[in-house]
T-cell receptor, first 113, second 115 residues
Framework: KAGVTQTPRYLIKTRGQQVTLSCSPI?????VSWYQQTPGQGLQFLFE???????NKGNFPGRFSGRQFSNSRSEMNVSTLELGDSALYLC????????????FGEGSWLTVV | QQQVKQSPQSLIVQKGGISIINCAYE??????FPWYQQFPGKGPALLIA?????SEKKEGRFTISFNKSAKQFSLHIMDSQPGDSATYFC??????????????FGEGTQLTVNP
């Protein structure tokens, strides 16, 4: 069974631009969550979506947003990019919103220049 | 109260030795404690997980020990191999509608197993 798929894997953006990252969860999984990973801050929770509704949100500014579609696929968007947004963005999926067993994708490497 | 503290930051072990990584948490609502293994350029992969109703869980060479009263849990890697060289993250989450699938991660431990 295919794992969590994230696209694109690598991208470079200029400060002030916006970016959209995509995630396809494991088949049958309805919960999708997003994490940011940086050397300084480690792995930090961004938000979680379940049945197209945001269920939980981490401590990130409003420039970070996301959505989930009816097929459980999800996108996250970062507007007005800052240098500090350079990070590995990880998508994770689980069967249920409180299912706990969470599987991660390979991530999207974002570099802001 | 949401923090998970992990130690050591880095660990060097000889092949065949035992690797031990420790984590401590504060939030007593946490009821699920997974460990993830991450290789460079890859996403974290679920290694093993435990719930607080058991004190130990073993899967192959990997064992989680859990001490509910001390709010601590640890990962033991027996017979460590060079292929185990990776970064290991402990994490915790709690059930419930508002907690969802939110994981709180430790800072990570970079394990190097020398041949």
């Amino acid at each position: 069974k295919a794992g969590v798929t994230q696209t694109p894997r690598y991208l470079i953006k200029t400060r002030g631009q916006q970016v959209t990252l995509s995630c396809s969860p494991i088949s049958g999984h309805r919960s999708v969550s997003w994490y940011q990973q940086t050397p300084g801050q480690g792995l930090q929770f961004l938000f979680e979506y379940f049945s197209e509704t945001q269920r939980n949100k981490g401590n990130f500014p409003g420039r970070f947003s996301g959505r989930q579609f009816s097929n459980s696929r999800s996108e996250m968007n970062v507007s007005t990019l800052e240098l500090g947004d350079s990070a590995l963005y990880l998508c994770a999926s689980s069967k249920h919103s409180s299912g706990n067993t969470i599987y991660f994708g390979e991530g999207s490497w974002l570099t802001v220049v | 109260q949401q923090q998970v503290k992990q130690s050591p930051q880095s660990l060097i072990v000889q092949k065949g030795g035992i690797s031990i990584i420790n984590c401590a948490y504060e939030n007593t609502a946490f009821d699920y404690f997974p460990w993830y293994q991450q290789f460079p350029g890859k996403g974290p992969a679920l290694l093993i997980a435990i719930r607080p109703d058991v004190s130990e869980k073993k899967e192959g060479r990997f064992t989680i020990s859990f001490n509910k009263s001390a709010k601590q849990f640890s990962l033991h890697i027996m017979d460590s191999q060079p292929g185990d060289s990776a970064t290991y993250f402990c994490a915790a989450s709690s059930k419930g509608e508002t907690s969802g699938s939110r994981l709180t991660f430790g800072e990570g431990t970079q394990l190097t197993v020398n041949p």
